[in-house]
């Protein structure tokens, strides 16, 4: 195992934000968000609760795809500001208790990137071997990342007559994890930003990072990453995006070892709570969530709604996948490659305040760490003017004025775009919501609160409870630090449940965490708990010598 000491452990109990620079905060006014801007606002995430902040792609860049067809491992576009001002944020973090990870894509680079413009240069480059090279593209072709984008995976250079290999777009040439220079690049760049202070790395597209011909087996070099990273920094993680069923996802962790990846995003957590969403049936989470694999000590689930991407739908049935957008993507311009939805989650539930903070107590109550993409704290909207996944990755929304407090400069200049509408910045922004108790914002502030101070939530081990009742979810996490249960109404109708529980008696109180009151088992340890539609209760269980807070 890499890490024996529990107190390293910082990310099994974090609250992670996730956020592009560019679209979060412009301090200079010309139409771009920079590191200025976010270092501004880093009071407002700490008041929030955030405890680390994610950040997306801020290397220099073509922008062909926002941000992720990177030029330059080693600096910062210059759009943004410079590596002084970065170097500013990561200290601002840390004095007010958040530490800062940030994407790690090197499983290709931009096709402007001098490795490739050397590579490209002659067949006797040597960087010709950074990328993967073919004389005839192989008969049997994986399908694109982006169907309907792009027709397939292999490119050919007409200067040397031979093709490469792009997983995703064809101006991002794939690099070969195979070459072991390749290797030392990837782990001086992550030298190299570990020591301008950040705590690690979100890792894009894992499994495309994995070379299957490793000699050491197809998972070698995360695991030496994952060594490497200890031995720079003992408590640097990486957290990795891995789509791809709970068996499989085991091998990323490094199996019971769990030597290779920190955490992993719970994709398939995340479709079946949108299925049941969809179905107002709480089912479809509950199998998925008794089917979670078990983890070593030091790794990590990822819980989240949604994140910069495509809401995607392919670990669904075809079937299934059609539920979920007859539900939240009725037009076709809200969904994209067949299988995803770009729509952020309030205009996805008409805004109804109930199903949202039904969905954000869900985040925060299931066990593993959660994750929130900029803007979620407020309920904010999507942009479909945009056009496919930028709809999604709009300017954050600070006050009421036509650009949302996010710019002063003219609409034409405005790099990203502004939501229009009933969620626009006139109807939803941070200004208003601080000073509003019952504001969106200030309920994830409290959600924030109190996951932060049950230790349980991030520690402790899931047990999905049979509520009686297919439309609410019932679950516990119990471990060393206490012990918490938590029930969730997907109806629009009001539910009343009763929960047989193992080790109490009438002696045992069980306290609302959010909300005042407690309720006592029967002597048969069979509790009755009131649910209103979309309702909730997170119920900490205490003996009647405990002397734990509620």
């Known amino acids: 195992m890499r890490l024996t000491d529990t107190s390293d452990l910082w990310w099994k109990t974090a609250v992670v934000y996730c956020l592009d620079v560019e679209t979060f905060m412009d301090w200079n006014d010309?139409?771009?968000?920079?590191?200025?801007?976010?270092?501004?606002?880093?009071?407002?995430?700490?008041?929030?609760?955030?405890?680390?902040?994610?950040?997306?792609?801020?290397?220099?860049?073509?922008?062909?795809?926002?941000?992720?067809?990177?030029?330059?491992?080693?600096?910062?576009d210059r759009r943004y500001g410079h590596l002084g001002d970065f170097v500013e944020v990561v200290r601002t973090a840390r004095d007010r208790g958040m530490r800062v990870i940030a994407d790690l894509v090197v499983n290709h680079t931009s096709d402007r990137h001098p490795w490739f413009l050397a590579a490209k240069s002659s067949r006797k480059s040597p960087y010709r071997d950074f990328y993967v090279w073919r004389d005839e593209p192989p008969k049997e072709q994986p399908a694109p990342v982006f169907p309907g984008e792009q027709d397939g995976v292999w490119e050919l250079d007409e200067k040397s007559g031979q093709y490469y290999l792009h997983n995703f777009y064809k101006h991002q040439p794939d690099l070969n994890m195979a070459n072991p220079k390749v290797r030392d690049e990837i782990a001086k760049v992550i030298g190299f930003w570990l020591e301008l202070g950040l705590d690690g790395f979100r890792v894009d597209a894992v499994p495309y990072f994995v070379a299957p011909d490793e000699v050491d087996g197809p998972h070698s070099f995360l695991r030496e990453l994952a060594r490497y990273i200890s031995r720079r920094r003992g408590d640097a993680i990486l957290l990795g995006e891995v789509n791809l069923p709970y068996e499989q996802q085991l091998d990323y962790f490094g199996g019971p070892d769990g030597d290779q990846l920190s955490m992993q995003f719970d994709f398939v957590g995340m479709q079946r709570m949108f299925l049941s969403l969809a179905r107002e049936?709480?089912?479809?989470?509950?199998?998925?969530?008794?089917?979670?694999?078990?983890?070593?000590?030091?790794?990590?689930?990822?819980?989240?709604?949604?994140?910069?991407?495509?809401?995607?739908?392919?670990?669904?049935?075809?079937?299934?996948?059609?539920?979920?957008?007859?539900?939240?993507?009725?037009?076709?311009r809200m969904r994209v490659y067949g299988r995803g939805i770009v729509?952020?989650?309030?205009?996805?539930?008409?805004?109804?305040?109930?199903?949202?903070?039904?969905?954000?107590?869900?985040?925060?109550?299931?066990?593993?760490?959660?994750?929130?993409?900029?803007?979620?704290?407020?309920?904010?909207?999507?942009?479909?003017?945009?056009?496919?996944?930028?709809?999604?990755?709009?300017?954050?929304?600070?006050?009421?004025?036509?650009?949302?407090?996010?710019?002063?400069?003219?609409?034409?200049?405005?790099?990203?775009?502004?939501?229009?509408g009933g969620f626009g910045p006139e109807h939803v922004n941070a200004s208003q919501q601080?000073?509003?108790?019952?504001?969106?914002?200030?309920?994830?502030?409290?959600?924030?609160?109190?996951?932060?101070?049950?230790?349980?939530?991030?520690?402790?081990?899931?047990?999905?409870?049979?509520?009686?009742?297919?439309?609410?979810?019932?679950?516990?996490?119990?471990?060393?630090?206490?012990?918490?249960?938590?029930?969730?109404?997907?109806s629009a109708e009001p539910r009343t449940i009763r929960l047989r529980l193992d080790d109490v008696d009438e002696s045992t109180r069980l306290v609302d965490l959010l909300a005042e009151g407690s309720r006592n088992p029967d002597a048969a340890g069979v509790v009755e708990v009131e649910l209103g539609a979309y309702g909730f209760h997170w119920l900490r269980v205490l003996g009647a010598a405990d002397k734990r807070l509620s």
């Open 281 to 332: 049936d709480a089912t479809p989470l509950a199998e998925a969530l008794a089917a979670r694999p078990p983890l070593a000590p030091e790794n990590q689930w990822a819980n989240f709604v949604r994140n910069h991407d495509e809401l995607t739908l392919d670990k669904l049935s075809e079937e299934e996948r059609e539920e979920v957008f007859d539900a939240f993507a009725p037009e076709e």
């Open 30 to 76: 010309d139409g771009v968000g920079d590191f200025e801007g976010l270092a501004h606002r880093l009071d407002y995430l700490a008041e929030l609760g955030v405890t680390c902040l994610w950040l997306m792609p801020f290397h220099p860049s073509p922008q062909q795809d926002d941000g992720y067809d990177v030029s330059d491992f080693y600096s910062i």
């Open 343 to 420: 729509r952020r989650l309030a205009p996805m539930l008409g805004g109804d305040p109930r199903r949202l903070r039904l969905v954000y107590s869900l985040l925060f109550s299931l066990p593993g760490t959660p994750v929130l993409y900029y803007g979620e704290e407020l309920g904010m909207g999507e942009e479909l003017s945009a056009g496919g996944r930028a709809s999604v990755r709009n300017a954050m929304q600070w006050n009421p004025t036509e650009h949302g407090g996010f710019s002063n400069a003219r609409r034409r200049r405005l790099a990203p775009h502004v939501t229009q």
């Open 434 to 490: 601080r000073h509003d108790p019952d504001s969106m914002l200030n309920f994830i502030r409290r959600l924030i609160e109190r996951y932060r101070a049950s230790a349980e939530i991030g520690w402790g081990e899931l047990r999905m409870l049979d509520s009686g009742d297919p439309a609410v979810l019932a679950h516990s996490v119990h471990g060393a630090e206490g012990r918490m249960i938590a029930v969730h109404n997907f």
